[in-house]
């Protein structure tokens, strides 16, 4: 089924340790962003990638870092996790950047 | 600065038609999603709108006023599967998306 990959769907982790959520799409889309969301909050922008080989940051980018190697994979890398970045991360892909966003199930992420 | 504003909280009877507001202040535009979300799952695409007007799609309908800085999602014949937050989110220059709070959006039998 097309669509849009998130794992771990859930992970409790101790502070300090380094985590990487894995996000994979394959619609080919071109642009693939990363959102946190935390009750009565919006979705952040955390970081984003118009096309393989670029990143860029969005709103909330402190504490977390991303690759786009290639079309498919979007990972977030969580150096050092802190108890503030207890939330439920969203992978989203769109074909362009000024296309329809199409979420992953989330990874529902705390830091203890 | 740009600030996305919807409703925290909405109820409305089976059947009925419910509009949910959002107003947008951004100095560039370029679109105005809304998104539906259940308890516990992904936003998903309901509709877009970057020009001023109406746009039908089913039993959901979207409005837009760009003089107004202003859009409502309105839903008709509710039904209980309707229950969920509506995400209102703005375009903005740079292509990417401002998020309202979202509106959670009861229905009642």
Same mark, same amino acid.
């Given at each position: ?5 998130? $794992? ?5 982790? #101790? $502070? ?12 080919? @889309?071109? $642009? ?14 955390? @970081? ?13 980018? =402190? ?38 966003? @199409? ?10 | 600065?740009?600030?996305? =504003? ?45 020009? =001023? ?35 209102? #989110?703005?375009? =903005? ?7 309202? $709070? ?8």
């Amino acid at each position: 089924i097309a669509g849009i990959t998130q $794992a771990p769907t859930s992970q409790i982790l #101790a $502070a300090g340790r380094r985590m990487t959520l894995r996000c994979t799409q394959d619609m080919r @889309h071109n $642009a693939m962003y990363w959102y946190r969301q935390d009750l009565g909050l919006g979705l952040r922008l955390i @970081h984003y990638s118009n096309t393989a080989g670029t990143t860029g940051k969005g709103e909330v980018p =402190d504490g977390y870092s991303v690759s786009r190697a290639n079309t498919d994979d979007f990972p977030l890398t969580l150096a050092s996790a802190v108890p503030s970045q207890t939330s439920v991360y969203f992978c989203a892909s769109s074909e362009y950047d000024n296309q329809p966003q @199409h979420f992953g199930d989330g990874t529902r992420l705390s830091i203890l | 600065g740009q600030n996305i =504003d919807q409703p925290t909280e909405m109820t409305a009877t089976e059947g009925a038609i419910v509009q949910i507001n959002c107003t947008y202040q951004t100095s560039g535009f370029n679109g105005l999603f809304w998104y539906q979300q259940h308890a516990g799952e992904a936003p998903t695409f309901l509709s877009y709108n970057v020009l =001023d007007g109406l746009e039908e799609k089913g039993r959901f309908s979207s409005f837009l006023s760009r003089s107004k800085g202003y859009s409502y999602l309105l839903l008709k014949e509710l039904q209980m599967k309707d229950s969920a937050s509506y995400l209102c #989110a703005e375009m =903005d220059s740079n292509y990417q998306l401002i998020w309202g $709070a979202g509106t959670k959006l009861i229905i009642k039998p």
